[in-house]
């Protein structure tokens, strides 16, 4: 993946300099947040386009608005202070007129066929070329407001009706910098089947109800950089809606990512798969807020009140074929699995079959967890995941196993939703634990427990092609140990190896 080309997309994205300024207040808007300035705005955002593109200006203040369409060459810019305060009523976001057309990866409503989505939004584009969001204002969502109170959408159909903060469908060379986006509805942004997303030093805050995501990708020539994740749902979140089409060329780096899901999370949508993803340099911790999950308590073997379920999770479960992944120089704190990479089955579709996950390189990983769910590779028989390299990485654990509750043999479980927790609360390694991986190299690894722990470090169960080298234990007295089940061609110092 070239870096040039993601410096091309900026200095695209770039076309402020050249912007004619639309002042929102000389179309009506109000400074208010009560009185809606719905129209007003959409009156800036037309006439700036019709005009050529340019600037439409949210100065200080607040403005109450519902859908607002994005047009091409538009760039929103909210002045410092400034806040797009979302409307609290669902009549305000009708049912956009998406042309786009695309699958779903949910078997409760999947079809075989290509849809029309059905969304709500408060701000829009599909289609669209050189649009930004820019500037030190606030985009609040408002989705803490009684009529967004719909519930999961695991749970219910009526809950897709709350609208997304920001949807873009279609669109090329979006950008999107400094601004603050808070309290959506739903998920908080959605960039779907577009090409050249670049997102940089934005802050997130997205806590007020169900299904609260940071950023949703399904999109290729992405760049995110330099930007704060604070969510109760996934943080950053790759997608693949279509059989069709990869989410491709990806590059996330440089964030900080707090969340009371998964921080990095490719899937679960996965018809089509990921290609060519680079992740570095980024910090990951729980959320600071936790108003709906409670982990702790519905868990087991859970340390702290708060905690990520997933630092780095890469699932590929929907058909679709993932490659070229890589991740560098990840910090984890209060994280229950550090590292959770899935190969699964859970559409049974006859084009499953051809699904693949393959090629993913992590290094630099430092981690400290607090649950019995170590980091695992799996796939499922007959599919194994293949050709992953770990190097450089620690990983501290809680620790605290007893001897009679050691796990040796685990449900394949490769039709269920994909989650840290899927297999149980207790797994059979306290590191790392890999089942039907082809090609598994892991090199300078360490492996600690905070208490002592009857777990072997690693395990391994049906691997072929494994290479171990440099595995230590943070602890003198306690050396450590490998347990192989039903592997091909291991090469490890063999004083490791604790079973065949």
């Not at 593109?53 to 047009?71: A, E, I, K, Q």
Request: negative net charge.
């Amino acid at each position: 993946m070239k870096k040039t080309l993601f410096i091309a997309l900026l200095i695209g994205l770039s076309f402020s300099a050249r912007a004619v300024e639309f002042n929102i207040l000389d179309f009506g808007a109000r400074c208010s947040d009560s009185e809606l300035s719905t129209q007003a705005i959409q009156r800036a955002i037309d006439s700036c386009s019709a005009a050529g593109g340019g600037r439409v200006v949210v100065p200080s203040g607040t403005f109450r608005t519902g859908t607002l369409v994005l047009r091409d060459r538009v760039e929103l810019h909210l002045s410092r202070d400034a806040v797009l305060l979302g409307s609290d009523r669902l009549e305000d976001y009708p049912f956009l007129d998406v042309r786009f057309k695309t699958r779903f990866a949910d078997k409760s409503y999947y079809t075989g066929r290509r849809e029309l989505l059905r969304y709500r939004a408060l701000l829009f584009a599909e289609g669209c070329r050189e649009i930004a969001l820019t500037g030190e204002g606030c985009v609040d969502g408002n989705g803490g407001a009684e009529p967004f109170q719909l519930g999961n959408d695991a749970g219910s159909r009526a809950s897709l009706e709350r609208p997304i903060l920001i949807l873009m469908i279609d669109c090329r060379q979006v950008s999107l910098r400094d601004v603050r986006l808070r309290n959506s509805a739903y998920w908080m942004q959605c960039y779907l089947a577009c090409d050249g997303v670049a997102v940089s030093g934005i802050r997130v805050f997205n806590h007020c109800n169900f299904n609260n995501d940071g950023i949703d990708i399904d999109s290729r020539n992405v760049w995110i950089e330099d930007c704060e994740f604070d969510t109760d749902d996934d943080a950053i979140c790759l997608k693949s809606h279509d059989p069709d089409r990869w989410c491709e060329q990806v590059v996330i780096r440089n964030c900080t990512v707090r969340s009371n899901c998964n921080g990095v999370k490719l899937g679960t949508g996965s018809l089509g798969g990921f290609r060519n993803i680079r992740i570095e340099n980024i910090y990951l911790r729980a959320a600071s807020r936790n108003r709906i999950r409670h982990w702790q308590r519905d868990l087991e073997h859970i340390d702290l009140p708060n905690t990520m379920l997933s630092g780095l999770a890469v699932e590929t479960v929907d058909g679709g074929v993932s490659e070229n992944i890589e991740a560098v120089n990840l910090w984890m704190e209060q994280v229950q699995t550090p590292i959770f990479i899935k190969l699964g089955n859970r559409m049974s579709r006859e084009d499953s079959l051809k699904t693949s996950l393959r090629n993913i390189r992590i290094s630099n990983v430092r981690a400290t967890s607090h649950s019995r769910m170590c980091s695992s590779i799996t796939g499922w028989p007959g599919h194994p995941v293949e050709n992953v390299s770990l190097s450089n990485i620690q990983l501290r654990t809680t620790g605290g196993t007893r001897s009679d509750e050691v796990v040796t043999s685990v449900p394949e479980c490769e039709t269920e939703y994909p989650e840290n927790n899927m297999f149980g609360f207790t797994l059979p390694a306290s590191g790392l634990w890999a089942r039907h991986v082809a090609g598994l190299h892991v090199e300078n690894a360490c492996f600690e427990v905070c208490t002592p722990d009857a777990r072997p470090d690693v395990v391994l169960q049906r691997v072929t092609d494994a290479g171990l080298s440099r595995i230590r234990t943070g602890s003198e007295s306690r050396r450590p140990v490998l347990r192989v089940d039903s592997c091909q061609r291991v090469d490890c110092d063999a004083s490791l190896v604790l079973s065949h």
